[in-house]
């Protein structure tokens, strides 16, 4: 290894960690600006009605909203608790 | 009928006033009638930038209320006969400006204009979503640096859902990046976001690239468009932003480091 090489690898490149994080921040805000308005609120009354029957919390339930050309798809996922007390 | 042009960033002190000055300057010195109009209504720098802050008269607002006519409050440039000013008003909110005042002004601008550069405000308030409203395009400065890329892409987000051609379904405004306070050196060390990673993540086509110069704060503190300094590294980069968006074929510089010479090696740090 040559000199010049150990000096290369010790230089910490941190415009690759920026675009790296760019890239995923990017992706993630352009997906949910495509998304519809009401999702946060139609989350959070899902939330209020399946409470009234199991014990879960907001991050047991994702509400996904994609769209391609073809059609748009509104997915909900409900994660139970391992045990439920009902 | 007037090309309008948005000058708008997201962030805030990346350069859209420096731009805006240089270019709408760019374009009056080549002969195209050119307005300029300062957005940024209570903050209003684009007179000082101009170096045309003592005569200002009558603003924008005043104009938008039928206070003043727009020929009364049009500041004639002392350079550039094909320039002219729109200073924003210093003593009002963002508020005073309102869609239909902003598309009456835009309109009337239109009859004697070839270009008019709409200097945006920072941030998605009102302010700067009227600058965009209107436009045919979309100038987008962005410096190399993750907040100011963040801010960008929402403002590309803004253009494309919430501009007057995208409530009306027409052709997509066409947005060009202008990479500003671009420095070869740091990028050559991992230091700073390079033009490709920009685009990379923008996808933008890119009007130019704008080297970190000292000469931008020279031109400022005298009142100077930095474009006017021909001599300056960022006044050939207006110059040249100002070619390709009128059509000149012009390759990029200033993308990577200038080699200096054996007098500059031995003379300069």
């Known amino acids: 290894m040559s000199l010049l090489d150990y000096f290369k690898t010790t230089k910490p490149n941190s415009a690759k960690v920026a675009k790296e994080r760019l890239q995923i921040l990017v992706a993630h805000e352009r997906n949910a600006r495509n998304q519809p308005s009401y999702l946060p609120a139609l989350q959070q009354e899902l939330l209020k009605v399946i409470q009234k029957y199991i014990k879960v919390d907001l991050d047991a339930i994702s509400v996904n909203f994609d769209s391609d050309d073809e059609q748009e798809t509104l997915e909900l996922n409900i994660v139970l608790p391992d045990h439920t007390d009902s | 009928m007037a090309r309008i042009i948005v000058v708008t960033s997201g962030k805030g002190g990346v350069g859209k006033t420096t731009t805006s000055a240089a270019i709408a ?29 003592r005569r200002v008269v009558y603003d924008f607002v005043n104009v938008i209320n039928n206070e003043a006519t727009l020929n009364q409050a049009l500041i004639k440039d002392k350079r550039c006969n094909q320039l002219y000013i729109l200073p924003a008003s210093q003593t009002r909110d963002k508020d005073a400006l309102t869609k239909e005042g902003v598309g009456k002004v835009l309109e009337e601008l239109s ?32 410096n190399p640096e993750v907040s100011s890329v963040r801010d960008s892409d929402r403002m590309l987000g803004n253009l494309s859902s919430k501009s007057k051609r995208a409530e009306l379904g027409e052709e997509p405004i066409k947005e ?51 474009i006017l300094d021909e001599n300056s590294d960022a006044g050939q980069a207006y110059l040249d932003i100002v070619d390709r968006y009128l059509g000149e074929d012009k390759p990029h510089r200033f993308i990577d480091e200038a080699k200096k010479g054996l007098f500059g090696r031995l003379f300069r740090s």
Do not use: W
């Not at chain 2, 270009?115 to 920072?122: E, H, I």
């Not at chain 2, 740091?186 to 920009?198: C, H, I, T, Y």
């Not at chain 2, 990379?200 to 086509?205: A, E, F, G, Q, V």
């Not at chain 2, 080297?211 to 100077?224: R, Y």
């Open chain 2, 176 to 226: 060009y990046l202008l990479l500003s306070r671009y420095d070869p050196k740091r990028v050559k060390l991992g230091a700073m976001l390079s033009v490709e990673d920009v685009q990379d993540i923008l996808s933008l086509h890119l009007l130019g690239v704008i080297p970190e110069s000292q000469s931008v704060l020279s031109a400022s503190n005298a009142g100077e468009p930095i």
């Open chain 2, 25 to 53: 300057m760019g374009l009056a010195k080549k002969g195209h009638k050119t307005a300029v109009i300062d957005f940024d209504v209570g903050l209003r720098n684009l007179d000082l930038i101009l170096g045309c802050e």
């Open chain 2, 111 to 142: 009859k004697t204009f070839k270009y008019v550069v709409c200097d945006s405000p920072a941030g998605i308030e009102r302010g700067a979503n009227l600058a965009m409203y209107f436009a045919d395009d979309a100038f987008v400065v962005t």
